[in-house]
């Protein structure tokens, strides 16, 4: 059985998407915030409901937050640099990118609201040593946090196409 092309090589046009991607908004940051400050009070509540006290937050995971963070931010300000000179990575490695840099803002901004309500859980009662200890431990998390949803805003808006360059935009033949 063989079947026929009614299209040649040269009349393939790669398909439209249906639903294109759009840089993540300010409705929706101020959304996943609020979804961190809500997860945070669930969190605590839950752990008062068993009566389990509050652990402190592991320094090392605000300081690898903090790090990725400042890692993104640098690449993202690079590729912003190498894109303005014409020296972009291929297609698939900026969607690679642009996924990473929103998994970043995500994960960043439910960190920072999360770790906000926990240190406004601890600061009734700040006057206790390992409240305090608590209380700074989770206001570093919260700065952390805010730094890695920086490092993936910046990722994010490195992978935008312009106008010029949707204009310039090839079409590959299979």
């Not at 400050?37 to 937050?65: A, E, K, N, R």
């Not at 963070?69 to 014409?86: D, E, T, Y």
């Not at 960190?111 to 700074?136: F, K, T």
Request: glycine letters at 10%.
């Amino acid at each position: 059985m063989s079947r026929v092309l009614d299209e040649g090589p040269d009349d393939y046009e790669p398909p439209q998407p249906q639903h294109p991607m759009r840089p993540t908004d300010w409705r929706t940051v101020g959304l996943l915030l609020i979804a961190g400050l809500l997860l945070g009070w669930f969190s605590i509540s839950l752990l008062g409901l068993f009566d389990v006290s509050l652990p402190v937050t592991p320094w090392v995971m605000s300081s690898i937050l903090a790090l990725l963070g400042i890692v993104a931010i640098i690449g993202g300000q690079r590729l912003s640099a190498r894109r303005r000179h014409g020296q972009a990575p291929d297609g698939q490695r900026m969607v690679a990118i642009l996924a990473g840099g929103r998994a970043a803002l995500v994960t960043g901004l439910l960190v920072a609201g999360s770790h906000l309500v926990y240190v406004l859980a601890q600061m009734p009662r700040v006057a206790v040593p390992l409240n305090a200890q608590r209380a700074i431990a989770a206001g570093a998390a919260v700065v952390a946090g805010m730094i890695f949803a920086a490092g993936g805003w910046m990722l994010e808006r490195a992978c935008r196409i312009s106008e010029d360059d949707k204009g310039r935009r090839r079409t590959r033949k299979p």
